[in-house]
């Protein structure tokens, strides 16, 4: 049975490097007909920060993507919030005690910076409390029983660090990496429990969930692979290498010129965001953006995050969440980094735009439009035939405003640029023959308008860039927006004639 986590702590907003994360073990759960879990590692106590979990939640909800278990729907494994299993860690704890696996240490803090001060006086290859330091400082190593028994019977603060022994070769078997072989003498004796909270570090709590839960695959960002050796030795203290998951570490999400990891200070630089929902820090009141309030759509989101260091081999960059499911394959992951790039994004989202029906995009741009003053009220079908004709200019809903503002309301300045260039001695005349012209005319659509327009232009033998570009002017007050038979059909006879007779009087 393939049963994954996504096993995020709630130390603030979750990145999207996390978001991919989740959805690569979510592709890799569903295709193979498992399990999807999401575990809270909250065990640091001073790193929690209220409301991630409840962020975390509401990403993959806005994403639309379903948890089989975790902490906001139960299921068989749980509790799912760490915090919640103290009681579970303890008896591993005990178990490596008393195999000799790991030792109480009774180190200050500040005996521990004073040891890391010396060992750099002393140029030591190593800072690290390791075998090669901690026959010097204050452990159940270097003490007697009778002492340790003194000490933990008097209630002294201690923690229980995993006992490594130098030069073994650990191997990790990464489906991404491959085989990584690590020197334990690389290796500090980490800490495994802290008697000050009660609770396990996250990598005890982390291996012994991953067994408690039955997880077959750990797939998790590569930050993770320094700590891989110390889960496998973990695994293998204690005796647990019948259920060791297969382990994977993705690449990391670079920033857009490939130097260094993706973070919340480049997306604040380059404006565009690194969480999926807007996040307000709760001690410093500080707000970040998020996709969904820059008028991403999460399906381009998804399709984005998942293209971000995996392909199918082929040249095809949109899929659906179904064909992710059935495509997606750890095999096709890369070792490489994968760079954010903030254009190809939104080109992302101009393809979703472009696949959403008209009715959709219509009742997501009706506030936008509202939000703007003095809009005349346009009927459903006027708004639904607006929107068609700009959307292949938009890549997000909210600019639909910038592309068609004109359809609604008349422009009062006009482009200075287009004027000098194209607005000739000529072009009032040209432009009031034309606007007595449309005067007369009953049929407005876009069909006859087209046809008007050129016979005009063709019996009066004038150029058809200069009438155009001026009517154009008239109509829009710049060089943009689609076609002006289109333009004049919608905001009809009345307003088309006033705007040119305004502009002739203006300019
Ligand atoms: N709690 C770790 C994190 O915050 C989880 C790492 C893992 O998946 O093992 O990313």
Redo the contacts with the bound molecule.
Sequence with gaps: MIRVRF???PTGPLHIG?VRTALYNYFFAKQNGGDFVLRI?DTDSSRFVPGSEEYIIESFKWLGIKFDEGPHVGGNYGPYRQSERREIYRKYVDELLAKGLAYYAFDTPEELDAMRARLEAEKAPSLQYDSSTRLAMRNSLTMSRDEVKFRLDGGEQYVVRIKIEPNQTVVVNDLIRGEVAVNSSLLDDKVLWKSVDGLPT?HLA?IVDDRKMKISH?I??EE?LPSAPLHVLLYHYLGWEDTMPKFAHLPLLLKPDGNGKLSKRDGDRLGFPVFPLEWTDPKTLETSCGFREMGYFSEAVINILALLGWNDGTEQEIFSINELIEKFSLDRVSKHGAKFDVQKSAWFNHQYLLKSSTEMLTDLFTPFMHANAAVPIFERKTLEKIIDLVKERVNFVHEIWGQSHFFFIAPTIYDETVVKKRWTPETPDILTKFADLLEKESDFSSENLEKITTDFIKTNNYNMGQVMNCLRLCLVGAAMGPHLNDIMAIIGKNETVQRIRTAVSTI
């Design positions: 096993a995020p702590s996390g590692e996250y982390n750990v998790r960002g993770w």
